[in-house]
């Protein structure tokens, strides 16, 4: 049975109580916030002008594991071997080839390509809406502004949940 419950409705007395920060902005060209990682460093100062001042579209290769971004070419400033190490939700990787793939739901627990970036988690929502063709940009972030998105978040998720157990929504 579905709920009926006034508040459940979209024009009931919930519209327009839930905070917008709860609200994803789903667009088929958001720019997602990203943290610098692993071997950022090792990219050229070229390579991180292009990974941060371009587009990367989402090729049909893409599934629940990782979503994989056709764009400019990127390269390290080392031919050094990546040694495999932890990765998450939201990793992006340097593939060979000079291109990026980002690591989804289904991902992998570790990987032995380049991790250059990891999507801060408040925009992994949007990210995960994305679908072939759909292009994508990063902006870097810190982890102080993203670890304040995140708290911000789950303090407004809280108040919602408290308001639909009670009814009451202020």
């Known amino acids: 049975m579905f709920n009926t419950h006034p508040a459940a409705l979209p024009n009931g007395p919930a519209a327009g109580i839930v905070a917008p920060s709860l609200l994803p902005k789903y667009t088929p060209r958001p720019t997602v916030r990203v943290i610098p990682c692993g071997e950022f460093e090792q990219l050229s100062d070229e390579?991180?002008?292009r990974f941060l001042g371009s587009e990367f579209e989402l090729t049909s290769?893409?599934?629940?594991?990782?979503?994989?971004l056709k764009g400019?070419?990127?390269?390290?400033?080392?031919?050094?071997?990546t040694v495999s190490a932890a990765v998450t939700f939201g990793t992006i990787q340097?593939?060979?080839?000079?291109?990026?793939?980002?690591l989804m739901a289904?991902?992998?627990?570790?990987?032995?390509?380049p991790r250059i970036a990891t999507v801060i988690s408040a925009d992994l929502p949007v990210a995960a809406q994305l679908g072939p063709g759909d292009r994508i940009s990063f902006r870097?972030?810190?982890?102080?502004?993203?670890e304040l998105t995140a708290l911000e978040f789950d303090r407004e998720l809280r108040?919602?949940?408290?308001?639909?157990?009670f009814g009451k929504f202020w």
């Not at 290769?61 to 994989?68: A, E, F, I, T």
């Open 72 to 81: 400019p070419e990127l390269r390290r400033t080392t031919s050094d071997e």
């Open 106 to 113: 289904d991902h992998q627990t570790s990987g032995g390509y």
């Open 159 to 165: 108040k919602l949940s408290i308001a639909a157990f």
């Open 61 to 68: 290769q893409s599934d629940r594991m990782g979503y994989r």
């Open 94 to 102: 340097l593939l060979p080839s000079g291109q990026l793939i980002m």
């Open 140 to 146: 870097v972030t810190d982890n102080a502004a993203a």
């Open 47 to 49: 390579s991180k002008d």
